[in-house]
């Protein structure tokens, strides 16, 4: 299929895991897709992968957690393949999160904040015109973690609550302008589960789901934030779709 030829989708954290899988996944249903991340040699060689299969893709290095380098991405982007229809937001540094909430550091917490809460929020407001003008889709993602308040995760859970939370009040203000605005929580087999695999708490973890399995980024995410983008899903807005082999039933109200 190529539902999305001639459309433009910005994805964030493109350089690996989810985000490269959604951006290869649009690529191939005919999007221009802007690979945003923090490493411009994971960013080009997603962008290589495209071109080589015939799509067109720009790398777009940006610390999400600045705000003037998104206002500026998005503004790179609008100039080289033309206003963002798609804004897929799944940048979040997520590394060194495990702290209870009482021994969460203040640092940790401003960049769990910043590189997710801020960065969705700023991401969104920077592509507003874009998306008014197109009736555009916004894809965000949260986390069953904090949806059932895992421990010891806190600044990473109080984060990806903040933007379900965003998602729901943008999803009302937005409708007027036929945007809609949803968001994933997915359980996906990405690096950093990969390299935990072997440790016994994360084994537990994944033993645990009911389908028996961590979903893969490119066959079991992926499809999920191309149908939010796409037209099939235009009567859907403010919604959580739980993309984690049920681990969370009925978790998204």
């Known amino acids: 299929m190529q539902r999305f030829t001639g459309k433009v989708a910005l994805v964030t954290g493109a350089g690996r895991g989810i985000g490269r899988a959604c951006a290869l996944a649009f690529a191939a249903e005919g999007a221009r897709v802007a690979l945003v991340g923090r490493t411009a040699a994971s960013l080009e ?14 790398a777009v290095p940006c610390d999400v957690a600045s705000r003037d380098q998104i206002y500026a991405a998005v503004e790179r982007i609008a100039a080289e393949l033309g206003p963002v229809d798609i804004l897929v937001n799944n940048a979040h540094d997520t590394s060194d999160s495990q702290y209870s909430f009482l021994r969460t550091p203040d640092d940790v917490l401003d960049r769990l904040m910043n590189t997710g809460f ?77 390299e935990a695999e072997g440790d016994a708490e994360v084994a537990d973890f994944i033993a645990a789901i009911p389908l028996g399995y961590a979903g893969s980024p490119q066959e079991d995410v992926a499809p999920v934030v191309l149908f939010l983008a796409s037209p099939e899903s235009r009567y859907m807005t403010g919604h959580t779709l739980m993309v984690d082999g049920g681990s969370m039933i009925d978790a998204g109200r």
Request: proline share 3%; hydrophobic share 50%; aromatic share 10%.
């Open 45 to 58: 060689s997603g962008v290589a992968e495209i071109v080589a299969a015939g799509g067109q893709a720009l």
């Open 118 to 194: 801020h960065a969705t929020v700023h991401f969104m407001r920077a592509c507003f015109p874009h998306l008014k003008a197109n009736q555009g889709k916004v894809i965000n993602f949260g986390s069953g973690a904090g949806i059932g308040g895992f421990s010891p995760y806190f600044a990473y859970a109080a984060a990806k609550e903040a933007i379900r939370a965003t998602t729901r009040v943008a999803a009302r203000e937005w409708a007027k302008y036929k945007i809609n605005v949803n968001v994933v929580c997915p359980i996906a087999m990405t690096d950093a589960l990969t």
